[in-house]
């Protein structure tokens, strides 16, 4: 019934608008001509008009062709074909029209032009056919585990060549030169003695943001409301998926394999995923959480739902279901971005039983759900409701390291943890002069980064289920430098490189749910892997050199990162300014 409705209340307005426009057409036309005719010339010069805009935006020649004809170089051009066709003559409203027309023509072959070119520039990331099965030799092998041995002078086996119900992509064989024979139809790739890893999984990123500090996060909330209605146009969503794919290749490009979206706006990430999938372009894996959920006036209610009761919590979750996202988002704490005053940042805002809410809906749907969670509080509560993962962090208290490892509510028994010690870092250590964030917003950047990297060493000493994570979008946390969060685990902890390693990939598929499909290199798992110079188990910097990509076994031979420009470096917070 309101489906109804509404198409009424659009065929009514619409009729309203193009009354009073023809009005309008019209008492132009009579001031100008004086008769009748004049009047009925001028509106069939205006549909004739309309109809000539579709000549004239065929890309890359629509802006010249328009222009030389407006200003007679063509003769009987479709400027005087029009007028003749309406028994007009020149006059100063037919020429203002088919200016204005001559306008937005142009504007939609600039449109045109721009998606042709970016078409074409992503031509090298698609899938070329017919694949080759391809044998990795002469290289090193860190197959992800926690306490494994280097394989060195290794062989890895792909098939890409598959029957008809067969993956391709997937790993045949690993091991050393000595224990496997490679068959004849393999193409050899000479890794030269560098060292392959699994690719890098980032589990709490944002596909809409690049890392750009920009001026947009210090708008209104009313501003940003108006820029999202713009974003949710046709052409608002076209230029977002843009953005969105570029990001996904950065990180791709940087060995990161796979990335967990925890809420990006108009299932635009569901969209991309899609695309991905359907072997539109070579990307990485994507697992969706499509829109987050909210409190109003709470943290990410400018691109996610808003939900303040248990009906509607319900709802938006099922919302999310129908769309074929991966995961739920709930953001059940405040955040640095969005706070008004100074500890405002993860105070909590959902209560117990909207989470414990959410948590049902989602495993019910059989989805696991994460939060953003940003206090000790919220954390207790987040836990008691049943989460499936913990984002952000903040110090953990005695009482909750049980309830991480036993939590009777979460979907597999155990909540995880994904620190994301690198989001609030450059805010945090940065001078506002530089970041040109409110003094609000670097206090409380301070505050949460000491939350998290308190939160992170007790998580690790406890062994509690660790993840990796990095906020990507966020100011200073971009998806080409993934591997600067393992530094930062490896220097607020006694980890080894091993271990950081594993918590960025085969630790992270298992918290994700898609340990079976990737996360190490073993037979059976997709070939999704990165490809650096030199040891990360004594030099872990090699992780930020990738020269290679394999991504379900296409290889990307040369891939290239398009940094940030004039993206300011910061070093991370001293331990001794914790206390």
């Given at each position: 019934?309101?489906?109804?409705?509404?198409?009424?209340?659009?065929?009514?307005?619409?009729?309203?608008?193009?009354?009073?426009?023809?009005?309008?057409?019209?008492?132009?036309?009579?001031?100008?001509?004086?008769?009748?005719?004049?009047?009925?010339?001028?509106?069939?010069?205006?549909?004739?008009?309309?109809?000539?805009?579709?000549?004239?935006?065929?890309?890359?020649?629509?802006?010249?062709?328009?222009?030389?004809?407006?200003?007679?170089?063509?003769?009987?051009?479709?400027?005087?074909?029009?007028?003749?066709?309406?028994?007009?003559?020149?006059?100063?409203?037919?020429?203002?029209?088919?200016?204005?027309?001559?306008?937005?023509?142009?504007?939609?072959?600039?449109?045109?032009?721009?998606?042709?070119?970016?078409?074409?520039?992503?031509?090298?990331?698609?899938?070329?056919?017919?694949?080759?099965?391809?044998?990795?030799?002469?290289?090193?092998?860190?197959?992800?585990?926690?306490?494994?041995?280097?394989?060195?002078?290794?062989?890895?086996?792909?098939?890409?060549?598959?029957?008809?119900?067969?993956?391709?992509?997937?790993?045949?064989?690993?091991?050393?030169?000595?224990?496997?024979?490679?068959?004849?139809?393999?193409?050899?790739?000479?890794?030269?003695?560098?060292?392959?890893?699994?690719?890098?999984?980032?589990?709490?990123?944002?596909?809409?943001?690049?890392?750009?500090?920009?001026?947009?996060?210090?708008?209104?909330?009313?501003?940003?409301?108006?820029?999202?209605?713009?974003?949710?146009?046709?052409?608002?969503?076209?230029?977002?998926?843009?953005?969105?794919?570029?990001?996904?290749?950065?990180?791709?490009?940087?060995?990161?394999?796979?990335?967990?979206?925890?809420?990006?706006?108009?299932?635009?990430?569901?969209?991309?995923?899609?695309?991905?999938?359907?072997?539109?372009?070579?990307?990485?894996?994507?697992?969706?959480?499509?829109?987050?959920?909210?409190?109003?006036?709470?943290?990410?209610?400018?691109?996610?739902?808003?939900?303040?009761?248990?009906?509607?919590?319900?709802?938006?979750?099922?919302?999310?279901?129908?769309?074929?996202?991966?995961?739920?988002?709930?953001?059940?704490?405040?955040?640095?971005?969005?706070?008004?005053?100074?500890?405002?940042?993860?105070?909590?805002?959902?209560?117990?039983?909207?989470?414990?809410?959410?948590?049902?809906?989602?495993?019910?749907?059989?989805?696991?759900?994460?939060?953003?969670?940003?206090?000790?509080?919220?954390?207790k509560e987040a836990l008691l409701g049943g989460v499936d993962t913990i984002e952000h962090g903040a110090e953990i208290t005695d009482e909750l390291v049980p309830l991480f490892k036993n939590n009777p509510k979460s979907l597999r028994g155990y909540t995880a943890l994904i620190p994301t010690v690198i989001a609030g870092m450059g805010m945090a250590t940065l001078p506002i002069k530089v970041t040109k964030i409110t003094q609000v917003k670097h206090e409380n950047a301070k505050l949460i980064e000491i939350g998290m990297?308190?939160?992170?060493?007790?998580?690790?000493?406890?062994?509690?289920?660790?993840?990796?994570?990095?906020?990507?979008?966020?100011?200073?946390?971009?998806?080409?430098?993934?591997?600067?969060?393992?530094?930062?685990?490896?220097?607020?902890?006694?980890?080894?490189?091993?271990?950081?390693?594993?918590?960025?990939?085969?630790?992270?598929?298992?918290?994700?749910?898609?340990?079976?499909?990737?996360?190490?290199?073993?037979?059976?798992?997709?070939?999704?892997?990165?490809?650096?110079?030199?040891?990360?188990?004594?030099?872990?910097?090699?992780?930020?050199?990738?020269?290679?990509?394999?991504?379900?076994?296409?290889?990307?031979?040369?891939?290239?990162?398009?940094?940030?420009?004039?993206?300011?470096?910061?070093?991370?917070?001293?331990?001794?300014?914790?206390?």
């Amino acid at each position: 019934m309101s489906n109804n409705n509404s198409f009424v209340n659009y065929v009514t307005s619409g009729g309203i608008i193009l009354f009073f426009f023809t009005v309008l057409v019209a008492l132009f036309a009579w001031i100008t001509y004086g008769t009748i005719e004049g009047v009925w010339g001028s509106l069939a010069y205006i549909i004739v008009g309309v109809l000539n805009i579709f000549p004239w935006i065929i890309p890359f020649a629509a802006i010249p062709l328009g222009v030389l004809d407006i200003l007679g170089f063509f003769g009987q051009g479709m400027y005087s074909l029009t007028l003749n066709l309406a028994h007009l003559n020149h006059s100063w409203m037919p020429f203002l029209w088919y200016g204005v027309v001559s306008i937005i023509a142009s504007i939609i072959d600039i449109v045109f032009m721009l998606l042709i070119i970016s078409w074409l520039r992503g031509l090298k990331y698609r899938k070329k056919e017919p694949k080759t099965n391809i044998a990795l030799i002469n290289c090193n092998i860190i197959d992800g585990n926690r306490d494994s041995e280097v394989i060195n002078d290794g062989v890895i086996l792909i098939k890409n060549i598959v029957e008809e119900n067969e993956t391709p992509g997937l790993i045949v064989s690993v091991g050393s030169k000595d224990a496997i024979e490679i068959p004849g139809d393999y193409k050899k790739i000479d890794l030269k003695d560098a060292y392959v890893l699994p690719g890098l999984i980032n589990a709490h990123c944002h596909l809409s943001g690049s890392g750009k500090p920009m001026k947009i996060m210090n708008l209104s909330d009313n501003i940003l409301s108006i820029l999202m209605k713009l974003f949710k146009t046709p052409l608002g969503k076209i230029l977002f998926i843009k953005m969105m794919k570029k990001n996904v290749l950065n990180a791709l490009n940087a060995g990161v394999t796979t990335l967990r979206s925890l809420s990006d706006p108009f299932y635009l990430d569901v969209k991309l995923r899609k695309k991905i999938e359907k072997g539109k372009f070579v990307g990485p894996r994507l697992i969706c959480a499509g829109q987050g959920i909210c409190i109003t006036g709470g943290h990410g209610a400018i691109m996610g739902y808003v939900a303040d009761s248990i009906p509607e919590i319900r709802k938006c979750i099922r919302k999310n279901l129908r769309k074929e996202v991966d995961c739920i988002k709930i953001l059940s704490t405040g955040g640095v971005m969005d706070a008004r005053k100074v500890g405002e940042a993860g105070r909590p805002q959902m209560t117990v039983e909207e989470i414990e809410t959410a948590c049902f809906e989602a495993h019910r749907g059989g989805l696991l759900i994460a939060t953003h969670c940003e206090s000790t509080e919220g954390i207790k509560e987040a836990l008691l409701g049943g989460v499936d993962t913990i984002e952000h962090g903040a110090e953990i208290t005695d009482e909750l390291v049980p309830l991480f490892k036993n939590n009777p509510k979460s979907l597999r028994g155990y909540t995880a943890l994904i620190p994301t010690v690198i989001a609030g870092m450059g805010m945090a250590t940065l001078p506002i002069k530089v970041t040109k964030i409110t003094q609000v917003k670097h206090e409380n950047a301070k505050l949460i980064e000491i939350g998290m990297i308190k939160g992170l060493q007790r998580a690790y000493k406890e062994g509690i289920k660790l993840g990796l994570g990095t906020d990507a979008s966020v100011p200073y946390s971009t998806h080409y430098e993934v591997w600067k969060e393992l530094k930062h685990y490896l220097k607020y902890t006694d980890m080894t490189p091993q271990d950081a390693i594993y918590f960025a990939t085969k630790s992270n598929a298992e918290i994700i749910g898609i340990d079976e499909i990737t996360g190490t290199i073993e037979a059976g798992k997709s070939a999704d892997l990165a490809v650096v110079p030199g040891n990360p188990l004594e030099n872990i910097d090699f992780l930020g050199e990738v020269f290679k990509v394999i991504m379900q076994g296409n290889l990307i031979k040369n891939p290239k990162v398009k940094k940030i420009k004039k993206l300011r470096e910061f070093e991370p917070i001293e331990l001794n300014h914790l206390h």
